[in-house]
């Protein structure tokens, strides 16, 4: 079973760094685009960055020249570098693969749990 596994949330001051990662286990033939949500109370979730197989980048205006989206195709790992936070930063990130093809040939769309980030002023 494919599943998306993040690490790297935590607390930290305005100002500061946080690295996000994600890897996507389980049997996957390939994953077409790889990004991060995040939700913060009382809102919708919302696109942070997505970066496509032939890494391709896309940011929300809100972080960008602030995160840095990448990705290990040979790991299936995403990774997302947050500099100089906010704490508007302050959210649930979710991992997301789109365009999952799994053991089976299935295209798939997959979450991950979410990591919390918390940004204090």
């Known amino acids: 079973q494919v599943q998306l596994v993040e690490s790297g949330g935590g607390l930290v001051q305005a100002g500061g760094s946080l690295r996000l990662s994600c890897e996507a286990s389980?049997?996957?033939?390939?994953?077409?685009?790889m990004g991060w949500y995040r939700q913060a109370p009382g809102k919708q979730r919302e696109l942070v960055a997505v970066v496509a197989s032939g890494s391709d980048t896309r940011y929300a205006d809100s972080v960008k020249g602030r995160f840095t989206i990448s990705r290990d195709n040979p790991k299936n790992t995403v990774y997302l570098q947050m500099n100089s936070l906010k704490p508007e930063d302050t959210a649930v990130y979710f991992c997301?693969?789109?365009?999952?093809?799994?053991?089976?040939?299935?295209?798939?769309?997959?979450w991950g749990q979410g990591t919390l980030v918390t940004v204090s002023s």
């Open positions: 997301n693969a789109d365009g999952l093809i799994d053991r089976r040939g299935h295209i798939l769309e997959v």
């Open positions: 389980g049997y996957i033939f390939s994953i077409r685009a």
